[in-house]
Structures are given as C-alpha cells and as structure tokens.
C-alpha cells in the first residue's frame, strides 16, 4: 500500500511539474494580415499587419503603387473586396456608433486610421498603435474585415467618412499565423 501511495504521489508531482511548465510559457500574440490589391485599374498593393501589443494593436502598412501624398486608410466593416471599385467593403468600421474623425481621437469610428504618406517613388510606410482596434473583443475587432485606401486624404472631419475619394486598393484581414 504505501509503495502504491508513493509511486501516485511520484506521479502527481511530475504532473503538477509539468503543468506548471506549460503554464509559464508566454502565448505569442495574436496577429492578423490583410493583402491589399488594386481596384479597378489602380495599381496599388501592399500588406497591413495588425499585431497586439499592451496597449492596443499595432498597426504596420507597406503599400506601393500611390500617387505621391496622403491617402485615406480605414478599415471598413465588411471583409469583402471582390466589386471593382471596393463598394462591397461597407462603410467604414463603426460598431460603437460614433462620429467619423482621426486615429487620436477618442470618439470615432473604430476603423478610423488616418491617412498613409506616400513619397515620389508611391511608397507609403506606416506604423502606430491603435487604441480601439481589436483582435479578440468581439464588437471591435478587425479580423474577418476589410483595409481600404483611399485616392485622396483623409481631412479627419467630414461625415461620414472624411471626405477621401475612391477606393484604390482593398485586403481582407485574416487571423496570421502567429511565430
């Protein structure tokens, strides 16, 4: 009996042992990616990552194909690109029900993102952490949305959507392989 009680008590603290092991390695955090192709005869691609971070998402762009100068760049409540002119995205990602304004703000719209700058060459860099989207809240997340450019700037103030021309290039946000 009592070498049977030894052997389950062995057991039981490899167990624990090896639970507590699996306990203390850091999960990777959860990314997301959206491929942007042209609409239309633009000539617009690129990648958006979307990584979260302590604080919020962070938001990484690489996009080529621009006209020099700011581009309006949302993410749009439908993850669908597939009408030419990217009208099958929606509108621009608002499940809180607030007014179109800038990525500082506090009240807009969650998919509100600013404007991406493209230099003489029509590449644009971008990279900011984004305080309102999410990867995992339900009611905020980008995953299973859309990335829109726009051809014109954003000018962050007229409803509902800042007032920045046609949609030049759309990318559904998929959940990413985490590494």
Same mark, same amino acid.
């Given at each position: 009996?009592? &070498? $049977?009680?030894?052997?389950?008590?062995?057991?039981?603290? #490899?167990? @624990? !042992? !090896?639970? $507590?092991?699996?306990?203390? &390695?850091? %999960?990777?955090?959860?990314?997301?990616? $959206?491929?942007?192709?042209?609409?239309?005869?633009?000539? /617009?691609?690129?990648? /958006?990552? @979307?990584?979260?971070?302590?604080?919020? #998402?962070?938001?990484?762009?690489?996009?080529?194909?621009?006209?020099?100068?700011?581009?309006?760049?949302? #993410?749009?409540?439908?993850?669908?690109?597939?009408?030419?002119?990217?009208?099958?995205?929606?509108?621009?990602?608002?499940?809180? *029900?607030?007014?179109?304004?800038?990525?500082?703000?506090?009240?807009?719209?969650?998919?509100?993102?600013?404007?991406?700058?493209?230099? !003489?060459?029509?590449?644009?860099?971008?990279?900011? /952490?984004?305080?309102?989207?999410?990867?995992? *809240?339900?009611?905020?997340?980008?995953?299973?949305?859309?990335? /829109?450019?726009?051809?014109?700037?954003?000018?962050?103030?007229?409803?509902?959507?800042?007032? %920045?021309? $046609?949609?030049?290039?759309?990318?559904?946000?998929?959940?990413?392989?985490?590494?």
């Amino acid at each position: 009996m009592l &070498k $049977a009680s030894l052997i389950g008590l062995t057991f039981l603290s #490899v167990a @624990f !042992a !090896a639970q $507590a092991q699996t306990a203390e &390695k850091p %999960s990777a955090p959860l990314k997301a990616i $959206a491929v942007l192709h042209p609409t239309g005869s633009n000539k /617009v691609s690129g990648t /958006v990552t @979307f990584t979260e971070v302590a604080d919020g #998402v962070q938001v990484h762009a690489d996009l080529t194909g621009l006209t020099p100068g700011n581009h309006g760049f949302h #993410v749009h409540e439908f993850g669908d690109c597939s009408a030419a002119d990217g009208s099958s995205a929606g509108a621009h990602f608002n499940p809180t *029900n607030k007014p179109h304004a800038g990525p500082d703000d506090t009240e807009r719209h969650v998919g509100d993102m600013g404007n991406v700058e493209a230099d !003489a060459s029509g590449k644009a860099t971008l990279e900011y /952490v984004d305080h309102q989207i999410s990867l995992t *809240n339900d009611q905020q997340s980008a995953i299973g949305r859309s990335v /829109v450019v726009h051809a014109k700037p954003d000018d962050l103030k007229t409803q509902p959507s800042g007032d %920045s021309g $046609a949609r030049i290039a759309c990318g559904v946000i998929g959940r990413a392989k985490n590494q």
